[in-house]
């Protein structure tokens, strides 16, 4: 029984210790005007690794979320971001891709479920409504004809719409809900 306690107090110790590592990680900027904002790493990386539990962290390996996310940086994602809520037009999340389970993806939801969408020379339009982006950070280009969103699922795209593999060219075009794994709540400085 006197293990048991000191178990527990351990991982209370560990828990506050990551609390502070993350309180203490230094905002130097806001991504976009999305609230991504990016901490200093120091060991958190390592801390989230290791500890588990509701943030984790995963590496971008791709320019595809490029200017807000960076090929080489760390994204901290929130598992449980969507435990109490349903995802938002323009969170940031992290999903296992629709025809592909096995391969994770980092990208911005664009449309929301049971939303008609489509692209018409680089204008996305919901519901026939062009949508603003202000993350975008040059003019698009491209089409894409008009797509139901089934129920519980979510159009999603990359920023960098010229080099992102996202619904458009997905067979299965849409992310269901339950592919998504976390929202992202920061992104670590590269050191």
Known sequence: MKKFFYVIAALGLIGLILIGFISAGK????????NIPRKSSGS???LLNIIGGRLHSAKVPSESMEDTIMAGE???????????????????VIFKCPD??????????IGL????????GGQV????IP????????????EFDSYEIGENSYFIMGDNRTVSFDSRA??????????IMGKVVFILEKQ
């Not at 905002?27 to 999305?34: F, I, Y």
């Not at 994204?75 to 109490?84: C, E, K, P």
């Not at 339009?125 to 026939?128: A, L």
């Not at 997905?170 to 592919?179: F, H, R, T």
């Open 113 to 120: 479920p049971r939303e008609t969408i489509e692209i018409r």
């Open 131 to 142: 949508l603003e982006e202000p993350f975008l950070k040059e003019e698009q280009t491209g």
């Open 27 to 34: 905002e130097v900027e806001t991504v976009s005007n999305l």
């Open 125 to 128: 339009y919901i519901d026939s």
């Open 170 to 179: 997905w067979i299965n075009k849409c992310v269901p809900y339950e592919n």
């Open 74 to 92: 760390t994204i901290v994602f929130d598992r449980r971001a969507y435990s109490a809520k349903l995802p938002e037009r323009f969170d940031v």
């Open 100 to 109: 592909d389970e096995s391969i994770d993806y980092v990208k911005r939801i």
């Open 44 to 46: 958190i990386a390592d």
